[in-house]
């Protein structure tokens, strides 16, 4: 609980044998955290098996794989459905720290932003490469913000974190159902945020790069690339009235 309000941490897993445990056990020292939703997207590992051990901890499985926005769709639905107030996602491979957590629970707690983002990028170009991104992942990171920044109207430092902190009310707002399955979901939610009319903050995150923690190849990554590019054009043009998008629907814009 932070000031009475249920905090549910949500992980969208798949092939996360390796880590989950780890980072679970950081996720419940913050002290704060109410309930833990593990939602495995038909991993081949031990994943449920590790996660169906752990105590506080609710566990759904794709019979099938559905993408990571599917995953998350599914998180967010769990959490609202086991009355959480604050939602955080935390990507169980590891990557993110979750000691963040009570920051995060914070900012939101205390009203001052419905969404809350942990960004990799900052604290600076060199704390980011010096904690291993690729200097490509960097660089590719930087130009989709920049983009996007432009075509939406906003100053985020980076749109592309898996490390999120939502309120109860904004994940009853956002039309999550009309996003991709896919790894586009994170970039169209955020410019859902603020079509709504939602302030976004930000902390600097540390992050950690390592054999285990997710990744996505470089042919995906273009095609997600892209895929951002379209949102933050869809974005623009129907914010200037010249298309209509079930993205962006009239009655949740601010």
């Not at 996360?16 to 309930?35: P, R, S």
Request: net charge positive.
């Amino acid at each position: 609980m932070y000031k009475d309000k249920k905090v549910v941490v949500v992980m969208p897993a798949y092939n996360a044998a390796g880590t989950l445990e780890a980072t679970y056990k950081e996720v419940m020292e913050q002290e704060i955290v109410d309930l833990v939703i593990v939602v495995d997207d038909a991993s081949g590992d031990s994943t449920v098996d590790i996660a169906s051990k752990l105590p506080n901890t609710r566990v759904i499985v794709h019979e099938k794989n559905m993408g990571y926005g599917a995953n998350q769709k599914t998180c967010y639905r769990s959490a609202l459905a086991e009355g959480a107030d604050i939602v955080i996602m935390v990507h169980p491979d590891y990557q993110y720290t979750p000691k963040l957590i009570p920051a995060m629970a914070c900012l939101i707690g205390n009203g001052l932003f419905r969404c809350v983002l942990g960004s990799r990028i900052l604290g600076g170009r060199e704390r980011a490469l010096g904690q291993g991104m690729p200097l490509w992942k960097y660089v590719a990171n930087r130009f989709l913000t920049c983009a996007e920044n432009l075509m939406i109207g906003t100053k985020l430092s980076e749109y592309h974190t898996g490390y999120r902190a939502f309120s109860r009310d904004l994940l009853q707002t956002i039309p999550l159902d009309e996003n991709s399955d896919d790894f586009v979901f994170d970039n169209q939610m955020l410019a859902q945020i603020v079509w709504a009319g939602y302030p976004i903050g930000e902390i600097s995150c540390p992050t950690k790069y390592f054999k285990e923690a997710s990744s996505i190849n470089f042919s995906r990554s273009l095609k997600y690339g892209f895929a951002c590019l379209a949102t933050g054009l869809r974005f623009a043009l129907a914010h200037r009235g010249l298309v209509k998008s079930r993205l962006f629907p009239p009655n949740i814009k601010a």
